[in-house]
């Protein structure tokens, strides 16, 4: 990962000065940058955002963008909750500042959507969700706030496809849950920064006996590439004090309908059957 403090530090005695002003800046305030729009970091500098972006591509990132996300990525794993929620971009009220703030949240999730696109290797995506269609027996595991996506790539590929088991450790009994787990079986896994020791452990174990191993997780996953067979990186840089899963569900929407078009006549069987069950049961028909 890179050290932005230290390749300032390093281009210092060439920089203009007004790009020593920003880089001192950022030196100076660098865990909340990620949390600043561009606007706002210019304004606080008293540079304008164009100067920004050149000092950015002087370091050698594409933008300011670019070097904002490097920076997010670097303290994820170190900043708490309580100070990332300190330092959200914006406390206002004011109507202005919340329309500012709309746009700014849906550029980021088209941004996230984009890159996710762009950096995906197509080949490991196509291996995944072969694998996703062959297996028989598919286990899925996201804890805390990656239960959320789990739970929801669980439920909808188990209207397509039998064999799918949430992992969701009711009472604590996620030994009872993957106990029988064997060479035969696959495991998708969420997980993001800051990476959940639990969800790791589990998958860990599964990998020992033999499952196959898709890691769904951040871009920046040097430190858990050990635990996957099959990495799909996707980007969940948020403006808040949270991570954004827009992009996580976009993928989750892919890797269904992709199951859909392979496996068609074992989609329609089983959804089918689902129908039936539900239409006696859980519906009024109104």
Not at 6 to 30: C, H, P, V
């Amino acid at each position: 990962m890179r050290n932005i403090v230290e390749e300032i530090e390093a281009n210092y005695n060439k920089m203009t000065k007004s790009q020593r002003k920003i880089g001192d800046f950022i030196i100076e305030n660098y865990s909340i940058v990620p949390f600043e729009t561009i606007s706002s970091i210019a304004a606080r500098v008293g540079q304008s955002t164009t100067s920004l972006i050149r000092f950015s591509r002087m370091l050698g990132y594409r933008d300011y963008s670019d070097l904002k996300y490097h920076i997010q990525e670097s303290i994820k794993g170190k900043i708490s909750l309580p100070a990332r929620l300190k330092n959200t971009a914006s406390d206002s009220a004011d109507t202005a500042d919340a329309s500012r703030d709309f746009s700014v949240c849906r550029d980021n999730a088209v941004n996230n959507i984009d890159k996710t696109i762009k950096y995906m290797n197509k080949a490991d995506l196509d291996e995944a969700i072969e694998l996703i269609c062959k297996t028989k027996r598919t286990y899925v595991l996201g804890l805390r706030s990656c239960f959320s996506p789990a739970y929801l790539f669980s439920m909808v590929l188990s209207q397509i496809k039998t064999g799918t088991r949430l992992i969701h450790g009711i009472g604590n009994v996620f030994p009872e849950e993957i106990i029988d787990v064997n060479k035969d079986d696959l495991l998708v896994v969420f997980t993001f920064p800051r990476f959940y020791k639990e969800t790791l452990n589990l998958a860990s174990y599964m990998h020992r006996y033999g499952a196959k191993v898709i890691l769904i997780t951040s871009n920046q996953h040097e430190h858990i590439k050990q635990y996957g067979d099959i990495i799909l990186p996707v980007y969940v840089n948020g403006i808040s004090f949270k991570d954004s899963f827009v992009a996580v569900i976009f993928l989750i929407e892919y890797i269904i309908s992709e199951v859909v078009r392979r496996n068609k006549k074992e989609s329609l069987k089983t959804i089918s059957k689902l129908e039936e069950l539900l239409s006696q049961s859980y519906f009024m028909g109104f």
